[in-house]
C-alpha cells in the first residue's frame, strides 16, 4: 500500500505544484491589486469603480440580459429533450434535434455575433428573405439571441440527460391515479427535473454573465460587465487597478451560482431502473411539439446558415455572384495560415497536457487512499476552476507574467486553457474510474506489477473512452475560447479566435467567416475522429466479453 | 487490451507529432523576427509590408494589428516590457507613452520632416475626416446632403448616421477636434448630443467602420477618413464624401523603435528606415498628405478645408475630450 501512494503523492504534488503557481499566485496577485490605490492600501479603485458612470448601468444589464437569456434557454433546451424523450416523432428527426442543439458549441461566441450581424442586421441573409428587418439587433435581442444560442447546447445537454434518467412508468401511474393531463406533467416530469432546470438556469446565467465574444460583436451600446472589463484593460486609458476591481465583482456572482449548483447536486433524482415503456399515442402534442422544435433548429441552423453564404460570394450584399476568392486569400495569407497552425497546435497541446493533468488528479481522488485531506484540495481546485471566468483568469496571469520569460508564449496560452477547463474534464474522469473495481490495484501489486504497469495495463485501458471524450472536450473547447487568451495572446501566438477579435476592427467578416468555418470543420473532424475511436474501443470490448461467454 | 492501448498509443504519438511539427515551424527562426506593432489601415499596413518585402526583410518580421485604443493601452501599461520591437501608431500616444515609460529610442537616420517631429519617431501617415455618404440611400430616402458635421444632428438623419467612438478609436476624436474648435467645448456638446442620437447604434469602435456601414447601406452618412472614402468613390462605389464646413482635422501616425536595453534587435531600427525610404510613394498615393520635403499632392486629392487644432494632442486632451463625449451620450 504504502508503494502505491509515493505514487499518487508525486502526482499530487505536481498538481498542487501547477495550480498554486499558476492559479492561486495570480488570483491572490489580482486581488492584492484591486486593493492598491495610488497612496497604499486603499478602497479607492472600488469607489472609483462603483462612482463612475455606467457600470452600475452595465452591471444591472448583464444580470438583466443573463437571467432574460438564461431562462429562455431553459425553456427551449427542455422543448426539444421533451421533443426527443416524450413524443413518438420519427427517430431520424431526433437525432437531427439534438445534432443541431449541440452545434453551437463547435464554435467561437464571437463568431456567433457576427453571424446575428450577418443574418438579422439591415442587409442580412434573413432581412432580404424576409424583406424587412425582424427586430433592432444591437444591444438587448442581438445579446439574448446570442447567448441563447451559446447556452443552448449545455443546457441541452443537461436536461437531455436527466430526461433519461426519469422512469416513465410514473406517467402511467399517475394517469391511473387519475390526474389530469398537467398535474400529471407537472408531477412526473417536471418534479424529478426541478434541480436540473435550476442547474440549466444557473450554468446558463454564469456563462452569458461571463462571455465576452458576443457582447464584443452585437453589444452595441448595451453595455455588460465583460465589455466594462475589457476596456478597463486593453482602452485606450488602460486602469489597471480598477480593472481588477471589475474582475473581482465579476467573480462574486460566479463564485455565487456555483455554491449553489453544488447545493443543487443533492437534489438530482436518479431513478435506480429505468423501465422502457412505449409511449402513448398523442398525435396532437407529436405535432406540436415535433413543429416547435423545428422552428428552434430552423431557428439556430439559419443563423448559422450566413456562415456558408457571406465567403462564397464576391461582396455581400451587392455582388452576389459564388467566388471561392476570399477562401483561398486566406490559405495564401502566410500570417492568417500561421494563426490557424498556432490554434491547432495550441489545441492539441491543451488536449494532451489537459488529459494528463485530469487524469492524474481523478487518480489522486478515485484510485487512491490518500489523505482525505488531500484529496479534498483536488476538489477544490476543480471546484475553483469552474467558478472563475476566463476573462478573470487571463488578466490575473496578465498581471502575474508580463515582463517574465513565459510572457507572450505558447506554454502560457497551454497552460491558462487547462487550467480554465480543468473542472468538466476531472469530473468526467473521476466518476468513470471510481466505477471500476476498487480492488483491481491490490490484485495486480499481488501479482508482481508495480503501480504504473497496473494503471497502464489495467486501468488506462478501461477508461480509454472517457479519456477520449476528455481529450476532445480540452480540444474542442481550447479551439474556440477567446476569453482568456484574448488577454495573453501575442504577435507569435496568435490564435484563431484572437485574430477574429483583430478583423473585427477592420471589418473583414469574409475572413472571420472563413476562420470560423475552419474552426468548425476542425472541431467536427476531431470530434468524429474520437468517436470513431471511442465506438471501435467500446466494440471491441463488447466483442471480447462475447468471445469470452462463448468459450465458457 | 493491444488495441486499447494502440489507439492510445497512436493518439498521443500523433498528437505529440502535430506539436513538435507545428511548434517546430514555429522554433528558432521564429524568435529573431521582429515583431512589428501597429495601429495603421490595411493600405498602411500593405504599403509597409511591401517596402520590407521588396528591401531584403521578407519573413523575418512579424506584423500585428491592433486597434488603436487597444495598442495604446497596451503602450502605456506594458511599457519596454511589450512584445513588439518596432511600433507604428498615433504619434500623439507615442509622444505619452514616451513621456510615461520613456521606452523608445532616438533614430538613428535622418529624416527631412516639414513639421518638427520628435528624435524617437518618424510620421509615416497623416489622416483626415470628413463626412461620407451613401448616394444610393441618400436618394432613396429622400435626404439633403450635409454640409457641415453640425448637420450630423437634423433630426430628418435619425437612424442613418454612423460615427466611432472616442473610446476606442482616434478617428472620432477628429470629428470632437472639429467641433471643439468651432462651437466650443459646451456649443460641441450639444451637436454631439444631437449626432449620437441620430445613431443610435452605430456609433462604432473602428475607425474605417462608419464607411464600411455607409457602404453596406447599414447607414446614409458617416464620419470617417477621407482618403478611404475618396479610394471607394474612385472605384465607383455608390460613396461620396464631402469636407465639412468646421474643417478637415488631421492626426499623423508614426514609427519608433523600442528601447529594450540588451535585448534590442539591431534589425528594427533598420526596418524603420526602410518604411520610411520606401514606403511613403505607395502610402502618399493612399494618404495623400505630404509629410517629408519633396513631396506634393495632386490638387485633386486636397481637402477643401485642411485644419489644426489650436492645443498639442496629448493622452489628457484625450481623456477630456473623452469624457465629454461620454457626458453626451444618451443614457
Given at each position: 500500500?504504502?508503494?502505491?501512494?509515493?505514487?499518487?503523492?508525486?502526482?499530487?504534488?505536481?498538481?498542487?505544484?501547477?495550480?498554486?503557481?499558476?492559479?492561486?499566485?495570480?488570483?491572490?496577485?489580482?486581488?492584492?491589486?484591486?486593493?492598491?490605490?495610488?497612496?497604499?492600501?486603499?478602497?479607492?479603485?472600488?469607489?472609483?469603480?462603483?462612482?463612475?458612470?455606467?457600470?452600475?448601468?452595465?452591471?444591472?444589464?448583464?444580470?438583466?440580459?443573463?437571467?432574460?437569456?438564461?431562462?429562455?434557454?431553459?425553456?427551449?433546451?427542455?422543448?426539444?429533450?421533451?421533443?426527443?424523450?416524450?413524443?413518438?416523432?420519427?427517430?431520424?428527426?431526433?437525432?437531427?434535434?439534438?445534432?443541431?442543439?449541440?452545434?453551437?458549441?463547435?464554435?467561437?461566441?464571437?463568431?456567433?455575433?457576427?453571424?446575428?450581424?450577418?443574418?438579422?442586421?439591415?442587409?442580412?441573409?434573413?432581412?432580404?428573405?424576409?424583406?424587412?428587418?425582424?427586430?433592432?439587433?444591437?444591444?438587448?435581442?442581438?445579446?439574448?439571441?446570442?447567448?441563447?444560442?451559446?447556452?443552448?447546447?449545455?443546457?441541452?445537454?443537461?436536461?437531455?440527460?436527466?430526461?433519461?434518467?426519469?422512469?416513465?412508468?410514473?406517467?402511467?401511474?399517475?394517469?391511473?391515479?387519475?390526474?389530469?393531463?398537467?398535474?400529471?406533467?407537472?408531477?412526473?416530469?417536471?418534479?424529478?427535473?426541478?434541480?436540473?432546470?435550476?442547474?440549466?438556469?444557473?450554468?446558463?446565467?454564469?456563462?452569458?454573465?461571463?462571455?465576452?465574444?458576443?457582447?464584443?460583436?452585437?453589444?452595441?451600446?448595451?453595455?455588460?460587465?465583460?465589455?466594462?472589463?475589457?476596456?478597463?484593460?486593453?482602452?485606450?486609458?488602460?486602469?489597471?487597478?480598477?480593472?481588477?476591481?471589475?474582475?473581482?465583482?465579476?467573480?462574486?456572482?460566479?463564485?455565487?451560482?456555483?455554491?449553489v449548483l453544488q447545493y443543487l447536486e443533492r437534489y438530482n433524482v436518479r431513478y435506480s431502473k429505468i423501465s422502457v415503456i412505449e409511449l402513448h399515442k398523442n398525435r396532437a402534442r407529436d405535432w406540436v411539439c415535433g413543429i416547435l422544435s423545428t422552428l428552434v433548429i430552423t431557428g439556430v441552423l439559419s443563423v448559422f446558415a450566413?456562415?456558408?453564404?457571406?465567403?462564397?460570394?464576391?461582396?455581400?450584399?451587392?455582388?452576389?455572384?459564388?467566388?471561392?476568392?476570399?477562401?483561398?486569400?486566406?490559405?495564401?495569407?502566410?500570417?492568417?495560415?500561421?494563426?490557424?497552425?498556432?490554434?491547432?497546435?495550441?489545441?492539441?497541446?491543451?488536449?494532451?497536457?489537459?488529459?494528463?493533468?485530469?487524469?492524474?488528479?481523478?487518480?489522486?481522488?478515485?484510485?487512491?487512499?490518500?489523505?482525505?485531506?488531500?484529496?479534498?484540495?483536488?476538489?477544490?481546485?476543480?471546484?475553483?476552476?469552474?467558478?472563475?471566468?476566463?476573462?478573470?483568469?487571463?488578466?490575473?496571469?496578465?498581471?502575474?507574467?508580463?515582463?517574465?520569460?513565459?510572457?507572450?508564449?505558447?506554454?502560457?496560452?497551454?497552460?491558462?486553457?487547462?487550467?480554465?477547463?480543468?473542472?468538466?474534464?476531472?469530473?468526467?474522469?473521476?466518476?468513470?474510474?471510481?466505477?471500476?473495481?476498487?480492488?483491481?490495484?491490490?490484485?495486480?501489486?499481488?501479482?508482481?506489477?508495480?503501480?504504473?504497469?497496473?494503471?497502464?495495463?489495467?486501468?488506462?485501458?478501461?477508461?480509454?473512452?472517457?479519456?477520449?471524450?476528455?481529450?476532445?472536450?480540452?480540444?474542442?473547447?481550447?479551439?474556440?475560447?477567446?476569453?482568456?487568451?484574448?488577454?495573453?495572446?501575442?504577435?507569435?501566438?496568435?490564435?484563431?479566435?484572437?485574430?477574429?477579435?483583430?478583423?473585427?476592427?477592420?471589418?473583414?467578416?469574409?475572413?472571420?467567416?472563413?476562420?470560423?468555418?475552419?474552426?468548425?470543420?476542425?472541431?467536427?473532424?476531431?470530434?468524429?475522429?474520437?468517436?470513431?475511436?471511442?465506438?471501435?474501443?467500446?466494440?471491441?470490448?463488447?466483442?471480447?466479453?462475447?468471445?469470452?461467454?462463448?468459450?465458457? | 487490451?493491444?488495441?486499447?492501448?494502440?489507439?492510445?498509443?497512436?493518439?498521443?504519438?500523433?498528437?505529440?507529432?502535430?506539436?513538435?511539427?507545428?511548434?517546430?515551424?514555429?522554433?528558432?527562426?521564429?524568435?529573431?523576427?521582429?515583431?512589428?506593432?501597429?495601429?495603421?489601415?490595411?493600405?498602411?499596413?500593405?504599403?509597409?509590408?511591401?517596402?520590407?518585402?521588396?528591401?531584403?526583410?521578407?519573413?523575418?518580421?512579424?506584423?500585428?494589428?491592433?486597434?488603436?485604443?487597444?495598442?495604446?493601452?497596451?503602450?502605456?501599461?506594458?511599457?519596454?516590457?511589450?512584445?513588439?520591437?518596432?511600433?507604428?501608431?498615433?504619434?500623439?500616444?507615442?509622444?505619452?507613452?514616451?513621456?510615461?515609460?520613456?521606452?523608445?529610442?532616438?533614430?538613428?537616420?535622418?529624416?527631412?520632416?516639414?513639421?518638427?517631429?520628435?528624435?524617437y519617431c518618424a510620421p509615416i501617415t497623416a489622416q483626415e475626416g470628413a463626412v461620407i455618404i451613401n448616394t444610393e440611400m441618400m436618394k432613396e430616402n429622400q435626404l439633403p446632403a450635409p454640409a457641415s458635421i453640425k448637420d450630423l444632428a437634423n433630426p430628418e438623419y435619425k437612424d442613418m448616421v454612423s460615427v466611432t467612438d472616442?473610446?476606442?478609436?482616434?478617428?472620432?476624436?477628429?470629428?470632437?477636434?472639429?467641433?471643439?474648435?468651432?462651437?466650443?467645448?459646451?456649443?460641441?456638446?450639444?451637436?454631439?448630443?444631437?449626432?449620437?442620437?441620430?445613431?443610435?447604434?452605430?456609433?462604432?469602435?473602428?475607425?474605417?467602420?462608419?464607411?464600411?456601414?455607409?457602404?453596406?447601406?447599414?447607414?446614409?452618412?458617416?464620419?470617417?477618413?477621407?482618403h478611404q472614402a475618396a479610394a471607394d468613390k474612385e472605384s465607383g462605389l455608390p460613396v461620396d464624401y464631402i469636407d465639412p464646413a468646421e474643417g478637415n482635422f488631421s492626426l499623423t501616425e508614426s514609427a519608433a523603435v523600442l528601447d529594450k536595453g540588451t535585448k534590442s534587435k539591431e534589425a528594427a531600427m533598420e526596418m524603420a528606415?526602410?518604411?520610411?525610404?520606401?514606403?511613403?510613394?505607395?502610402?502618399?498615393?493612399?494618404?495623400?498628405?505630404?509629410?517629408?520635403?519633396?513631396?506634393?499632392?495632386?490638387?485633386?486629392?486636397?481637402?477643401?478645408?485642411?485644419?489644426?487644432?489650436?492645443?498639442?494632442?496629448?493622452?489628457?486632451?484625450?481623456?477630456?475630450?473623452?469624457?465629454?463625449?461620454?457626458?453626451?451620450?444618451?443614457?
Open positions: 500500500m504504502k508503494q502505491k501512494n509515493k505514487e499518487i503523492k508525486v502526482i499530487f504534488a505536481f498538481l498542487t505544484l501547477l495550480f498554486a503557481v499558476f492559479l492561486a499566485i495570480p488570483m491572490v496577485r489580482l486581488l492584492f491589486k484591486s486593493f492598491v490605490g495610488d497612496s497604499g492600501i486603499s478602497l479607492e479603485s472600488y469607489l472609483s469603480v462603483f462612482a463612475s458612470r455606467g457600470f452600475g448601468k452595465a452591471l444591472g444589464n448583464s444580470f438583466l440580459v443573463a437571467s432574460v437569456s438564461a431562462l429562455t434557454t431553459t425553456a427551449i433546451a427542455f422543448l426539444l429533450a421533451y421533443t426527443i424523450h416524450y413524443t413518438n416523432v420519427p427517430g431520424r428527426a431526433k437525432s437531427l434535434i439534438q445534432g443541431a442543439a449541440l452545434l453551437p458549441m463547435l464554435l467561437p461566441t464571437i463568431t456567433y455575433g457576427f453571424s446575428i450581424i450577418y443574418s438579422f442586421g439591415k442587409q442580412g441573409l434573413l432581412t432580404r428573405l424576409f424583406g424587412r428587418q425582424l427586430f433592432d439587433i444591437y444591444g438587448f435581442n442581438g445579446l439574448l439571441l446570442g447567448y441563447v444560442i451559446y447556452t443552448l447546447p449545455i443546457s441541452f445537454l443537461l436536461i437531455n440527460n436527466t430526461m433519461g434518467y426519469i422512469d416513465k412508468k410514473y406517467m402511467i401511474v399517475s394517469r391511473i391515479m387519475g390526474d389530469n393531463g398537467l398535474s400529471a406533467f407537472m408531477m412526473t416530469i417536471i418534479r424529478p427535473l426541478m434541480g436540473t432546470l435550476a442547474a440549466s438556469f444557473i450554468q446558463s446565467f454564469f456563462l452569458c454573465f461571463t462571455d465576452f465574444g458576443i457582447p464584443a460583436s452585437v453589444g452595441g451600446k448595451f453595455q455588460v460587465i465583460a465589455g466594462v472589463l475589457y476596456d478597463e484593460m486593453l482602452g485606450s486609458v488602460p486602469d489597471f487597478h480598477n480593472g481588477a476591481v471589475v474582475a473581482m465583482v465579476m467573480l462574486i456572482p460566479s463564485v455565487a451560482s456555483i455554491l450566413v456562415i456558408f453564404v457571406v465567403p462564397f460570394v464576391s461582396e455581400w450584399p451587392y455582388d452576389i455572384r459564388f467566388t471561392l476568392e476570399h477562401v483561398t486569400a486566406v490559405f495564401a495569407d502566410d500570417a492568417l495560415f500561421g494563426v490557424c497552425k498556432n490554434s491547432l497546435f495550441t489545441a492539441a497541446a491543451t488536449a494532451v497536457f489537459g488529459t494528463l493533468a485530469a487524469y492524474g488528479a481523478a487518480l489522486v481522488t478515485a484510485r487512491s487512499t490518500v489523505n482525505k485531506k488531500l484529496k479534498n484540495v483536488i476538489e477544490g481546485i476543480a471546484l475553483i476552476t469552474n467558478t472563475i471566468p476566463g476573462m478573470v483568469i487571463g488578466l490575473a496571469f496578465l498581471f502575474s507574467f508580463s515582463g517574465t520569460a513565459v510572457q507572450n508564449t505558447f506554454f502560457i496560452i497551454i497552460v491558462c486553457n487547462v487550467i480554465h477547463f480543468f473542472s468538466t474534464p476531472y469530473l468526467m474522469m473521476k466518476n468513470s474510474l471510481a466505477k471500476m473495481n476498487a480492488s483491481w490495484e491490490t490484485t495486480a501489486m499481488l501479482m508482481g506489477d508495480n503501480w504504473i504497469k497496473t494503471i497502464l495495463r489495467v486501468v488506462t485501458p478501461n477508461a480509454v473512452s472517457t479519456i477520449l471524450e476528455v481529450f476532445s472536450y480540452y480540444f474542442v473547447n481550447a479551439m474556440v475560447t477567446i476569453s482568456a487568451v484574448i488577454f495573453i495572446a501575442g504577435a507569435r501566438t496568435m490564435v484563431i479566435t484572437t485574430k477574429i477579435k483583430e478583423l473585427q476592427y477592420y471589418n473583414k467578416y469574409n475572413e472571420i467567416f472563413v476562420l470560423s468555418l475552419l474552426i468548425l470543420f476542425t472541431n467536427l473532424a476531431a470530434k468524429s475522429l474520437f468517436q470513431y475511436l471511442a465506438n471501435r474501443k467500446q466494440k471491441t470490448a463488447a466483442s471480447k466479453s462475447r468471445a469470452v461467454k462463448t468459450a465458457q | 487490451m493491444k488495441n486499447t492501448k494502440k489507439i492510445l498509443l497512436l493518439g498521443l504519438a500523433s498528437s505529440l507529432g502535430i506539436c513538435t511539427i507545428l511548434g517546430g515551424c514555429n522554433g528558432s527562426s521564429e524568435k529573431d523576427k521582429v515583431v512589428i506593432y501597429s495601429n495603421a489601415d490595411d493600405e498602411a499596413i500593405t504599403a509597409m509590408k511591401h517596402a520590407l518585402d521588396n528591401n531584403g526583410f521578407k519573413d523575418q518580421y512579424i506584423l500585428q494589428s491592433f486597434g488603436t485604443s487597444e495598442l495604446g493601452g497596451k503602450l502605456l501599461a506594458e511599457g519596454s516590457n511589450i512584445e513588439a520591437d518596432l511600433v507604428t501608431m498615433s504619434t500623439f500616444y507615442l509622444e505619452s507613452a514616451q513621456e510615461q515609460n520613456k521606452m523608445f529610442k532616438d533614430l538613428d537616420f535622418d529624416v527631412q520632416t516639414l513639421d518638427t517631429y520628435p528624435a472616442i473610446n476606442s478609436s482616434s478617428t472620432a476624436w477628429l470629428l470632437i477636434q472639429a467641433l471643439v474648435s468651432e462651437y466650443g467645448e459646451e456649443g460641441a456638446k450639444e451637436v454631439l448630443k444631437g449626432i449620437y442620437k441620430n445613431a443610435g447604434d452605430h456609433i462604432e469602435d473602428s475607425g474605417s467602420a462608419p464607411l464600411k456601414k455607409v457602404r453596406a447601406g447599414e447607414a446614409a452618412i458617416g464620419f470617417g477618413l477621407r528606415e526602410c518604411i520610411m525610404d520606401n514606403a511613403r510613394e505607395e502610402l502618399l498615393a493612399a494618404y495623400p498628405i505630404p509629410l517629408y520635403e519633396g513631396e506634393t499632392e495632386a490638387t485633386a486629392d486636397k481637402s477643401g478645408n485642411p485644419k489644426i487644432f489650436s492645443e498639442p494632442l496629448t493622452v489628457d486632451l484625450l481623456k477630456r475630450h473623452q469624457e465629454l463625449s461620454d457626458s453626451c451620450k444618451p443614457e
